[in-house]
């Protein structure tokens, strides 16, 4: 009888998603901005308190529409960790801006708080704290860091969503923050995302560049008797069929969110003993955050060979894998950006990480399997 293979990620759907997509093509509005979206934009500002919510196809699209409100320009610079996936840099490249990689935390793998006021120039312009795993950033640091120096703050919060920071929702702290919802994430509507705007002052014009530069949202309120061109921007509307798929996740996000942690949690009772043998460190979350079960991943020793070890678990049935390669040692990271400082926890605790299977669904015993293989890899 053949092995059960587990793979890495499952993406998870409640049930009613096809329902609502019908329900939407049953209304006649397909595009953006109907009934679905609608909910949605509702279901996150109340759930973070952000002052407005937008959906965008991506989280990587909602960074781009940070990058365009905050008008950044050619020379600006952006500090960020390195070890991040390529929109956090992507956004600001294209606006002509310089990533400023610093080194990250060794406990948490987020941006190191400490290392940030040393990378700022007069020509830094923001911090573009990630929040790894669904864990956050030490963000009252990062945001009285950013007022002293009178910086923006745009988190990356793609793997944020349904989690917190000393009872604050990730996203809502900065001046701006975005989510994703793409199939490896806990709510998820296959591609998608949502830019946050916590600083009021900016709503109207996020609205603008949104719908390609024009003030639609404005005419369809009745504030102004049509619409016309107003300012740069780009279609960054997603379908309501993907909102609808969305809003099916968004009414399950906390029974989904407590099985995942649930999940997680079940990895770090059955993985204690090998950490305590040394034979791998578990992730670290401080008292302050309040993480969702996003990911649950392990770090090895210097000495284990950690391509082998993701061929054993392969052979084994199971799906494991890396994360980021550091965006400082590709080659377009060091053709725009720039590191401060030797990055070397980001070289080192990226070489080591492997992600195990998480996936809503996930059974004990399917779980018990990956640690049983894992620990007998480790322990040869």
């Known amino acids: 009888m053949a092995t059960e293979f587990i793979p ?7 049930g009613k998603e096809l329902g609502y997509i019908a329900e ?10 109907g009934r679905f979206s609608k909910r949605c934009h509702q279901w996150i500002e109340q759930r973070t308190g952000c002052a407005k919510a937008l959906l965008t196809h991506s989280c990587t699209s909602a960074l781009d529409m940070a990058a365009l409100l905050l008008d950044i320009t050619s020379g600006d610079e952006i500090i960020m960790p ?6 956090t840099a992507n956004a600001f490249v294209l606006r002509g801006a310089v990533p400023v990689f610093v080194d990250i935390r060794e406990d948490t793998l987020n941006l190191d708080e400490r290392l940030i006021e040393a990378a700022i120039t007069p020509r830094t312009r923001a911090i573009a704290p990630v929040h790894y795993a669904g864990v956050s950033c030490d963000m009252d640091a990062i945001v009285a860091i950013a007022k002293r120096h009178h910086l923006a703050v745009i988190e990356d919060a793609a793997q944020g969503v349904m989690a917190g920071y000393k009872g604050r929702a990730l996203g809502a702290i900065g001046d701006l923050g975005s989510f994703s919802f793409h199939e490896t994430k806990n709510i998820i509507s296959g591609e ?7 600083d009021p002052a ?4 996020a609205e603008i560049i949104r ?3 024009t003030d639609r949202d404005r005419f369809f309120r009745g504030e102004v008797d049509k619409y016309t061109w107003q300012d740069v921007g780009s279609s960054f509307l997603p379908s309501d069929i993907n909102a609808a798929f969305l809003w099916a996740q968004f009414e399950e996000a906390e029974r989904i969110t407590r099985e995942r942690v649930a999940i997680w949690q079940r990895y770090h009772i059955m993985l204690e003993s090998l950490e305590h043998r040394g034979r791998l460190r578990r992730p670290v979350v401080p008292a302050d955050c309040q993480h969702n079960g ?3 991943y392990v770090i090895l020793p210097p000495d284990i060979d950690r391509q ?10 199971i799906q494991s894998v890396f994360h980021y390669v550091p965006l400082h040692s590709s080659p377009a990271g060091q053709r725009f950006g720039r590191a401060h400082g030797e990055l070397s926890l980001t070289t080192s605790l990226s070489e080591r990480l492997i992600r195990l299977p998480m996936w809503l669904g996930l059974a004990e015993a399917q779980q018990q399997r990956v640690c049983d293989v894992l620990g007998a890899i480790l322990g040869k």
Not at 24 to 33: C, F, K, P
Not at 82 to 87: I, L, Q, R
Not at 308 to 317: F, G, P
């Open 294 to 296: 996003h990911i649950y």
């Open 211 to 213: 719908e390609k530069g």
């Open 82 to 87: 390195s070890y991040t996936f390529v929109s």
């Open 202 to 205: 900016l709503v109207s014009r």
């Open 24 to 33: 939407a093509h049953g209304h006649l509005h397909l595009s953006g901005d």
């Open 192 to 198: 998608g995302g949502a830019l946050l705007v916590n």
């Open 8 to 14: 890495f990620n499952r993406p998870y759907a409640t």
């Open 308 to 317: 082998a070890v993701l061929r054993e678990l392969k052979s084994h049935a």
